[in-house]
Structures are given as C-alpha cells and as structure tokens.
C-alpha cells in the first residue's frame, strides 16, 4: 500500500480506534479524526474525559483505521492536548458530526488533541505483510 493509499483509507473510513494506556492496561474507543495537509491527525474529544488523563500521562497513542474489506492503517503517534484556536476552528470545519456534541470551536468541554505520526503501517487484504508507510 502506498502512501496516498494510506490517506485515502483514512478519509473514507472516517472513524479510527484510538488506543492509549491507563495503568499498564491498553484502552480503545472509536474516534473521528481529520489528517491535516501536514499529517497530523486532530481529535475532539469532551475535555472531561478519561482519555485526555491519559494521554497526558503518557502521549503515545495509536490509532487503527479499517475498511470494509478488512485493509488497515496503524499509525503510532504523540499526542498533545491542546486549545490551539486555529486548529480547532480546521477540525470544527472539517467534521460536521462535531455539531451535535459542541456549540462551537470555543465551547470549554472540546479539547483539541493533535496527534504527530511517528511510525504507520498498512495492509490489504491481498498482502502477505504490513508495510511502513513513511508520513514524514
């Protein structure tokens, strides 16, 4: 799987599995990301959740990314909490769903998360193996 590829599975399949670590003990939950033009996926969560504890407690997620035909995009990362306004306002534009949770960019309870690739690795279901896909 190339790169674009890589891209393209992300955006059609619109949720991903963000996974982080409470106490030694893996924790996943869907999420809605958006790949930024720069590869960084943004995230927005409830600024009350566990998962924002838990990422500043420790910063390396990952996030998985599967399609209906079983392909998959791992990507591992760090993350960082955020108010960054001019990327809340790029992830409030680009993900309509965020509407039925937040009355906008500067509502207190949407936190930003930024999340920079550090390692990604894809799959089709015709591939012997996964591949490293260089986001840099």
Same mark, same amino acid.
């Given at each position: 799987?190339?790169?674009?590829? %890589?891209?393209?599975? #992300?955006?059609?399949? +619109?949720? +991903? /599995?963000?996974?982080?670590?409470?106490?030694?003990?893996?924790?996943? =939950?869907?999420? +809605?990301?958006?790949?930024?033009?720069?590869?960084?996926?943004?995230?927005?969560? /409830?600024?009350?959740? =566990?998962?924002?504890?838990?990422?500043?407690?420790?910063?390396?997620?990952? #996030?998985?990314?599967?399609? =209906?035909?079983?392909?998959?995009?791992? #990507? %591992? +990362?760090? %993350?960082?909490?955020?108010?960054?306004?001019?990327?809340?306002?790029?992830?409030?534009?680009?993900?309509?769903?965020?509407?039925?949770?937040?009355?906008?960019?500067?509502?207190?309870?949407?936190?930003?998360?930024?999340?920079? #690739?550090?390692?990604?690795?894809?799959?089709?279901?015709?591939?012997?193996?996964?591949?490293?896909?260089? /986001?840099?």
């Amino acid at each position: 799987m190339t790169k674009d590829e %890589a891209i393209d599975l #992300i955006k059609d399949s +619109g949720f +991903g /599995f963000l996974a982080t670590v409470e106490k030694n003990q893996p924790r996943v =939950r869907p999420v +809605g990301p958006y790949l930024t033009e720069d590869n960084t996926l943004l995230l927005a969560l /409830f600024s009350h959740r =566990r998962s924002i504890v838990q990422m500043n407690e420790n910063p390396l997620v990952e #996030i998985c990314f599967v399609d =209906r035909k079983m392909a998959y995009c791992r #990507i %591992a +990362g760090k %993350a960082t909490v955020t108010n960054d306004s001019e990327n809340k306002k790029l992830m409030w534009d680009n993900s309509p769903m965020l509407k039925q949770y937040f009355s906008g960019p500067e509502d207190s309870n949407f936190s930003l998360v930024e999340v920079k #690739i550090t390692q990604a690795e894809a799959m089709t279901a015709s591939d012997q193996e996964p591949q490293e896909i260089d /986001f840099s």
